[in-house]
């Protein structure tokens, strides 16, 4: 969408020629080349070839043999023409004035007026009483000598005219011709997707065919209202949160006027000229969390046997954020083994070990593959996040007494400390006490590294745990009362 500042240039000319003509001082370079460039703004043809300029009470007319006048001097309406010749020579402190008459003093003769480097000088006080200047005001001094000063066009005063490095004398100013041409993601695309994980997510952006004194990028949501005004070229979409927002390139000359809350297709974004690009960059804000795992029943463990038939384990998340989620099976060491269409999976086929149940929140689509690893490789094309933790899934070929578990009563066993360093203690309560109990610990590859029969008459058992190595490990206790299963870490 483009959108010239035409309205605001419009009511500038209105009012600026309701005290004044139509023909105006549109851009001066002074010095050594020092040319003049006038334009007719209004609606119907006028005849300068008599008109007079003045500056610093130095008076010069147009027909006169040392001005040279580019151009038709019966000016029609957006004609444009020059001044220039060894008879004008502007300083770089001077006031301009163009009269329709020899009568300096008067403000009917003034037709336009501008003064640079300083205030009051030559026929200020003239253009004061016409009402098309303020007593004082002045344009600042370019800083490079090549430089010219060029009316926006705006109205009167010195807010409106604007140092241009290289000049338009003969054409359009350029800052009349802002163009906010095209924009880009640096490296080329017009949309992009941030995931918003706590990073900062930074986009920068280019512009192409762009014209105008000033150049600016706008970020607005899908209906315009600006969310920010970046002062450069790239922007942190982190703490802006889900959701859709676009970006504006924007070609403006005097000073930015909107404000965040605006809507930028509605209002004026400066006080001078501006256009909006014609097209805008789409980016997507997405937000991803795997959250928490467990089995259907709360458990963050599970035991299963292989024993030949289906040992199928129902897995549960909660805290999850984003549009869609999945399970991901990985063993101990990240490498995928199965990505199951559902919240369950059978785990008979895949033989004695320990395995790992992840939730994945995620955008776009699974790209990931069996065989590679979940915790190196992009699982999706989009934003994705894996749980915080995982479900441990024990399998073991030996001692399966059923197939089917009986769990003990909550609170029964006691498991302290934990984690542990040296030595950890589980205790059982008078309830659950049996005549044989057994207990064994797994690794996690499946590997037992402890099992001792629990006579009745103990209360509790201490294992030694100094020359483990830290990690997680499975403590599975079987007694005729049911199967207690527990996570033990190692320091």
């Known amino acids: ?96 004035g163009i009269y329709n008459s020899s009568s300096f003093g008067s403000s009917t003769a003034m037709e336009d007026f501008v003064q640079w480097g300083a205030g009051g000088q030559g026929r200020e006080s ?22 010219t000063i060029e009316w926006n066009g705006g109205g009167d005063g010195s807010q409106f005219w604007f140092e241009i490095t290289t000049g338009s004398l003969g054409s359009e100013n350029i800052i009349l011709n802002c163009n906010g041409g095209t924009v880009a993601l640096t490296g080329g695309g017009t949309s992009a997707q941030v995931c918003l994980d706590g990073m900062a997510q930074v986009l920068s952006f280019d512009s192409t065919g762009t014209s105008g004194t000033n150049f600016a990028y706008v970020v607005t949501d899908n209906n315009g209202t600006i969310l920010g005004l970046p002062p450069g070229d790239m922007v942190n979409f982190q703490p802006a949160g889900p959701g859709e927002c676009w970006v504006w390139g924007l070609s403006y000359t005097g000073t930015v006027t909107a404000q965040v809350g ?17 097209n805008f960059l789409v980016v997507f804000r997405d937000s991803v969390s795997g959250g928490n795992i467990t089995d259907e029943m709360g458990n963050d463990s599970v035991f299963v046997c292989i024993d030949g038939t289906d040992q199928f384990v129902s897995f549960d998340s909660s805290n999850v954020v984003g549009p869609n989620f999945a399970y991901v099976i990985t063993d101990d060491q990240g490498t995928i083994l199965g990505l199951p269409p559902g919240d369950m999976a059978n785990f008979a086929p895949a033989g004695p070990g320990i395995c790992y149940v992840w939730g994945l929140s995620y955008t776009g689509n699974i790209i990931a593959m069996m065989g590679q690893n979940a915790l190196q490789v992009p699982l999706t094309d989009g934003c994705f996040d ?5 479900l441990v899934v024990a399998r073991d070929s030996s001692n399966c007494t059923t197939s089917i578990e009986d769990k003990l009563p909550l609170g029964s066993v006691n498991i302290y400390p934990n984690p542990v360093q040296d030595l950890v203690t589980i205790e059982l309560s008078q309830a659950i006490r049996s005549e044989v109990a057994l207990l064994t610990i797994h690794d996690l590859t499946g590997r ?23 990690g997680l490990y499975i403590l599975t206790l079987q007694t005729d009362a049911g199967v207690f299963r527990s996570k033990i870490v190692k320091e």
């Not at 003239?126 to 430089?147: E, L, Q």
């Not at 974004?269 to 909006?276: A, E, H, M, Q, R």
Request: glycine content about 6%; hydrophobic content about 40%; proline content about 1%.
């Open 126 to 147: 003239v253009a004061v009483t016409k009402g098309i200047w303020t007593a004082g005001d002045f344009v600042p001094s370019v800083m490079n000598a090549n430089s």
């Open 262 to 278: 605006d809507n930028a297709t509605q209002v004026a974004l400066s006080d001078g000229c501006f256009d909006l690009s014609d």
């Open 448 to 470: 037992e590294i402890y099992r001792a029969e629990w006579e009745s008459i103990q209360d509790r058992q201490n294992v030694d745990t100094h020359k483990w190595d830290s």
């Open 1 to 96: 969408m483009k959108r010239k500042h035409s309205l605001l240039i419009l009511l500038g000319f209105l009012l600026f020629h309701f005290t004044s003509a139509q023909v105006v001082i549109n851009e001066v370079q002074y010095g050594s080349s020092s040319t003049i460039e006038l334009k007719n703004v209004g609606s119907s043809t006028v005849d300068v070839s008599n008109w007079w300029l003045c500056y610093l009470f130095t008076y010069r007319q147009l027909s006169a043999s040392n001005i040279t006048v580019t151009g038709n001097t019966m000016m029609a309406p957006g004609d444009i023409v020059t001044i220039s010749g060894s008879g004008l020579s502007l300083g770089t402190s001077s006031d301009l």
């Open 386 to 390: 894996l749980s915080d933790d995982f």
